[in-house]
């Protein structure tokens, strides 16, 4: 896979579920990020986790980072409606922290 | 809260011309991108710039693409002579890059579309 893609490409849950997302990655990494973007809107930052982290946390949304696998996974706990949107994984890498490559994305549909 | 905004939301042009897309990072940031987004594809990395330079750029950026901080608010795409496959949403993003701040905030986007 490239870097930066992630898993599953579509996600379909009802209201209150948590919806997980993962990505993975091939290069070494600063820093990894997480983005949503609304149907042909602009780019939401989520959070950022660092290459020495392994876990953060952001209101309803938990990200962990498993260097030695190359992977990340974004979990939003009790989703609503207004969470339907695609979810971006962007990687920093360690040569070039200000560069981000972006993955294909994760559509996630929560149904009412 | 502070946002980057980017000026025109949607550009037309014919093939061939030139054209410039605005955008205002957020005032205290120090790092400023461009990225573009082909309709269904990734978001792609265009070109960073710190302290009135290209820091990076990518393959895409070649010679009919430059960018300029003209003042101290605004900092501009120009497409030199569009083709058709430039038609993408060009996004512009800024960071801090200060005390560990390595977020990169993005703007609303603007649709650029050649004829």
């Known amino acids: 896979s490239q870097q930066g893609e992630e898993d599953p490409q579509a996600l379909s849950i009802q209201e209150g579920e948590n919806a997980t997302m993962n990505c993975s990655y091939k290069t070494s990494i600063n820093n990894l990020q997480w983005y949503r973007q609304n149907s042909g809107r602009g780019l939401v930052h989520l959070i950022l986790?660092?290459?020495?982290?392994r876990e953060k946390h952001s209101g309803r949304l938990r990200v962990t980072l498993d260097t030695s696998k190359k992977s990340s996974s974004l979990l939003i706990t009790a989703s609503r409606a207004a969470d339907t949107a695609s979810y971006f994984c962007?990687?920093?890498?360690?040569?070039?922290?200000?560069?981000?490559?972006f993955g294909s994305g994760t559509q996630l549909t929560v149904l009412p | 809260e502070p946002e980057v905004t980017q000026t025109p939301s949607h550009q037309v042009t014919q093939m061939g011309q030139e054209v410039i897309l605005r955008c205002v990072p957020i005032s205290n940031h120090l790092y400023f991108y461009w990225y573009r987004q082909i309709l269904g594809q990734k978001v792609e990395f265009l070109v960073s710039f710190y302290n009135n330079e290209i820091s990076e750029k990518s393959e895409i950026f070649d010679d009919q693409f430059s960018v300029e901080r003209p003042d101290g608010s605004n900092f501009t795409l120009k497409i030199r002579s569009t083709k058709l496959e430039d038609s993408a949403m060009y996004f512009c993003a800024s960071s801090v890059r200060r005390n560990s701040r390595d977020e990169q905030y993005f703007g609303p986007g603007t649709r650029l579309t050649v004829t």
């Open positions: 986790i660092r290459s020495n982290e």
């Open positions: 962007a990687t920093a890498s360690s040569g070039s922290a200000r560069q981000l490559t």
